[in-house]
T-cell receptor, first 112, second 111 residues
Framework: GENVEQHPSTLSVQEGDSAVIKCTYS??????FPWYKQELGKRPQLIID?????GEKKDQRIAVTLNKTAKHFSLHITETQPEDSAVYFC???????????FGKGTRLHILP | AAGVIQSPRHLIKEKRETATLKCYPI?????VYWYQQGPGQDPQFLIS???????DKGSIPDRFSAQQFSDYHSELNMSSLELGDSALYFC??????????FGPGTRLTVL
């Protein structure tokens, strides 16, 4: 089955700087890669997703890149703000079909 | 817009008791998923239903069972509860080809 690895587990960045979280997946059949932000005790919130026919996607301060050959995908947050502090999960799935397999999560701290 | 509804939001049980968690998907969503998230962990897929039939099964203990009813709501039944079952349980729903929408979760505490 699919296995998603996520690094780093904890990340501290100065407010205004950029944050990068990296993931790899194992199943070449996976074709949908969502990213979730989760605050303590709350539900995972989809912040951006990318499908395997696209190499990059951007939404304001958030961007995701996908390298299908290497089975790598990354989340980039620019101009970080205090409200970006949360746990971020990368994930992999099959569009229209399957469960979501999550990475272990990255706890992002934005330092004042 | 309507969201996924889960009840109860909080549940406290003793060891060896049973618990039933309910999920009401977004109208017209045909697939329901259950996930378990232990403290400090990632959500783990338990089971899913498509058009009221079980469609996939993950790391769900034999003590747990689930079903989806004719009105598309789903219930997760948990028996012989153990301390390690304490977790957040999320239900998610989707329409095939679309993203999954997560409910607010049920926090189960087993004492």
């Amino acid at each position: 089955g699919e296995n998603v690895e996520q690094h780093p587990s904890t990340l501290s960045v100065q407010e205004g700087d950029s944050a990068v979280i990296k993931c790899t997946y194992s199943d070449s059949a996976s074709n949908y890669f969502p990213w979730y932000k989760q605050e303590l005790g709350k539900r995972p919130q989809l912040i951006i997703d990318i499908r395997s026919n696209v190499g990059e996607k951007k939404d304001q301060r958030i961007a995701v890149t996908l390298n299908k050959t290497a089975k790598h995908f990354s989340l980039h947050i620019t101009e970080t703000q205090p409200e970006d502090s949360a746990v971020y999960f990368c994930a992999a799935s099959l569009v229209g079909d399957d469960k979501i397999i999550f990475g272990k999560g990255t706890r992002l701290h934005i330092l004042p | 817009a309507a969201g996924v509804i889960q009840s109860p939001r909080h549940l406290i049980k003793e060891k060896r008791e049973t618990a039933t968690l309910k999920c009401y998907p977004i109208p017209r969503h045909d697939t329901v998923y259950w996930y378990q998230q232990g403290p400090g962990q990632d959500p783990q897929f338990l089971i899913s239903f498509y058009e009221k039939m079980q469609s996939d099964k993950g790391s769900i203990p034999d003590r747990f069972s689930a079903q989806q009813f004719s009105d598309y709501h789903s219930e997760l039944n948990m028996s012989s509860l153990e301390l390690g079952d304490s977790a957040l349980y999320f239900c998610a729903s989707r329409q095939r080809g679309d993203e999954q929408f997560f409910g607010p979760g049920t926090r189960l505490t087993v004492l």
